[in-house]
Structure formats: C-alpha cells, structure tokens
C-alpha cells in the first residue's frame, strides 16, 4: 500500500479510468488530472455501457475533491485539444460527484419530451447504407460533425445519399416534412441541447424527441411544445 499517487493516465477513451480503478485500492491517496465529461453527461445514467455506470462505484464513490479545469483553458496550457479536465482528489470519498451532471431546466424540458413520445432513434432506420435509399429522406450519422452539432448545418449533406458505415435515414412524406426536420436538427435550441447531452463520439438520438415534422419548426412552435421561457431563450440565443 502506497501513501500516495501523483499521477496523469493516458486520456484514451476510458483508459484514464481503468488505469485509476487500478491505482485507488493500493493508495491512501490519489492526486490525478484526466477528463471530467465521464461525470458532467447529464443523460449518462441513461445511457447503456456509459463509463458513469461502469466505473461510479470504483473511482467516483471514492472522490474526495475536484477541480474543473475548462477545456479553453486546458487547451491553452497543455496545448491539447480536448474536453474539461479535473484535477481530482481521491481516497476516501464523499464528494458529491452527481451534482456535476445535473440538468439544466432546458436539457431536462427537452429529455422529458423523450418519455412517452417517440424519437430520432425510433424513427431511423438501423443502418441506413443497408436499408432502402429511395423516396424523400434524411441522412444523420452516428457520429458527431463538428463543433458537436447533431448534423451538418449543409441541407445537401442532409438529403444526399451516402454509402457509409453508421449513417441512419428517416423518411419522410413530403418535402416540407424534410425541411422542418432539418430546421429542427440545426437550430440553436438542439444545438444548445446536443453540447449539453454528447459527452462521447457517438450522437445520443433515443434522447432527441420527435416533434411535428408537418409544421414549422420555428421558434414559436418549440417554444409551445418544450414549455420554453423568455429567459430561457436567452440562454439558448447565447450558444
């Protein structure tokens, strides 16, 4: 048993917390920086196989303290390019560690709309370059596009089919329906969502709710169907 670890893992994936899991049962005291966004994800006790679920018992019920170090920042000094970074404090626990992940009133009005309604995931197909490609559809992809946007803010990109492995396609009856969707994915309400709920590579789409595709997805219809506030918009129009 060691007094204490000073320690920097490797920031690969998960590896970073594997390596700490390993660390923490042979030292009285852990001084570590990593990433963080494993405990800001919101949703990640929604998620399946989320490193939340996998290793809050083995390395965030023993943190004692943290330090949120802001991916500029971090960025700036390390010369990285990455997300927050903690300095972390471990041994004993007691940290209240859940309050890094709780949801905003916009995130969680948005997640809710997910209960009972259907969403992107429900409505696309499973894997789009195996499914049918004809007719009026729309391209998303597992994957993130930059900035962390759900798709590309580029129509095209949207309509046009591509033979690539983990895109979806949803379709739909009519153009408008397809614009809307579109209007809908790229506006600044889901582009404030998704910076809040991607925390990983992947497009978390069974927590984007399906709305009216048939109307207009402007400001005046979100704002009806989330239950959105003035002063809530404002936090959104800031993004």
């Given amino acids: 048993m060691f007094d204490c670890c000073v320690m920097n893992p490797p920031y690969e994936k998960?590896?970073?917390?594997k390596v700490l899991e390993q660390i923490i049962p042979n030292c009285e005291k852990v001084i570590n920086i990593s990433p963080c966004r494993w405990l800001e994800d919101p949703l990640a006790q929604y998620k399946k196989n989320s490193d939340y679920c996998k290793f809050e018992d083995s390395v965030a019920k023993k943190i004692e303290d943290i330090d949120i170090i802001n991916s500029s920042e971090s960025n700036d000094a390390f010369n990285i390019e990455h997300s927050d970074l903690a300095i972390y404090v471990l041994g004993k626990g007691g940290y209240?560690?859940?309050?890094?992940?709780?949801?905003?009133?916009?995130t969680y009005k948005?997640?809710?709309?997910?209960?009972?309604?259907?969403t992107i995931m429900d409505i696309s197909t499973v894997e789009g370059y195996r499914g049918k490609h004809d007719g009026i559809f729309g391209?998303?992809?597992?994957h993130r596009n930059d900035?962390?946007?759900?798709?590309?803010?580029?129509?095209d990109m949207f309509t046009t089919y591509r033979e690539t492995h983990g895109n979806k396609l949803i379709f739909f009856k009519t153009e408008t329906e397809r614009k809307n969707c579109f209007t809908y994915l790229t506006s600044k309400l889901m582009r404030y969502y998704s910076l809040q709920i991607k925390k990983n590579q992947r497009n978390p789409w069974q927590f984007v709710p399906v709305i009216d595709f048939s109307k207009s997805c402007d400001k005046k219809y979100l704002t009806e169907f989330f239950?959105?506030?003035?002063?809530?918009?404002?936090?959104?129009?800031?993004v």
């Fill in 14 to 17: 998960s590896l970073h917390l």
């Fill in 96 to 106: 209240n560690y859940k309050k890094l992940s709780q949801m905003d009133s916009i």
């Fill in 110 to 118: 948005i997640f809710n709309k997910c209960n009972g309604n259907k």
């Fill in 139 to 142: 391209m998303i992809t597992s």
């Fill in 147 to 155: 900035n962390d946007k759900f798709i590309s803010e580029k129509y």
């Fill in 227 to 238: 239950g959105l506030t003035e002063s809530e918009w404002k936090k959104i129009e800031r």
